[in-house]
């Protein structure tokens, strides 16, 4: 489900399931278009509880509606049944709700394009990537490490081989490309430079860059195939090389599945 707790009177209302609700709302106007749109702000009050007592109402015949969803109840299960078949901004805002508006409307028209460019042509295969992507990068936040990449001079594994390429070659991307050799491969993969001057910063810089390169890992790492067995466990261990932040890619793929599978 895209909540993990009840929201309404009284509830826990987590900024990330209030807004998931509130997104499932708006995307459900077009059957229901008496109710008012939300503000998407994660917040819980009085609109937001009109809104779902009014679908309550309409939806699901209920003459006593109390404005909760549960994570397993009718009602957010009536609200999923609206949702639009199609990949959408809006359903790209509810499975990153910590997203700003502005980095989602940065990335969503790329993305689409991007992932099926690279075989992510079902919804589990688009879910999953969307879901490492949004651990990977703080939900679009990040498109280069923190870290200023020294950690990785000398790392001959990575092909730093020359002084400076540890800073140089730092991760980039939404998922991160890291030394030499990877900038090296994906370049001429794409039939570009990117490791003369302040070539490597485009990576970070351009959005279209940052998206591809986390699908150019995807597919160099064949995690479609590891995406349909839906075993989130194996695609973190490729992606992170562990298990870090499992918890977190795992909320982010209940959103994911939620939203579009």
């Not at 639009?84 to 502005?102: H, Q, V, W």
């Amino acid at each position: 489900m895209c909540i993990s707790e009840a929201v309404g009177p009284g509830a826990t209302n987590r900024f990330e399931d209030v807004k998931a609700l509130q997104i499932l709302v708006n995307l459900n106007q077009t059957r229901f278009p008496a109710i008012a749109p939300l503000s998407e702000d994660g917040r819980w009050g009085s609109s937001t509880q009109l809104a779902i007592e009014a679908f309550q109402r309409t939806a699901l015949g209920n003459g006593s509606p109390d404005g909760r969803v549960d994570p397993h109840g009718a009602t957010l299960a009536a609200l999923r049944t609206g949702l639009p078949p199609d990949f959408s901004e809006a359903k790209l805002r509810g499975i990153m709700p910590r997203a700003s508006d502005t980095d989602i409307a940065r990335f969503y028209q790329p993305t689409l394009p991007a992932m099926l460019a690279y075989g992510m042509d079902t919804p589990l295969r688009q879910a999953h990537f969307l879901a490492q992507v949004g651990h990977e990068s703080g939900s679009f936040r990040y498109t280069e490490e923190l870290a200023t990449g020294a950690a990785y001079e000398g790392r001959t594994d990575l092909g730093n081989t020359h002084s400076g390429d540890g800073t140089k070659f730092k991760g980039r991307g939404l998922i991160q490309l890291t030394g030499r050799a990877n900038y090296v491969a994906y370049g001429l993969d794409k039939g570009q430079n990117f490791t003369d001057g302040a070539n490597p910063s485009m990576i970070a810089r351009d959005v279209t860059l940052a998206i591809d390169v986390a699908c150019w890992f995807w597919k160099r790492h064949s995690l479609n195939a590891v995406a349909d067995l839906d075993d989130v466990r194996a695609v973190t261990m490729k992606v992170n090389g562990g298990l870090n932040g499992l918890a977190d890619r795992q909320d982010f793929l209940v959103r994911s599945k939620f939203f579009l599978v």
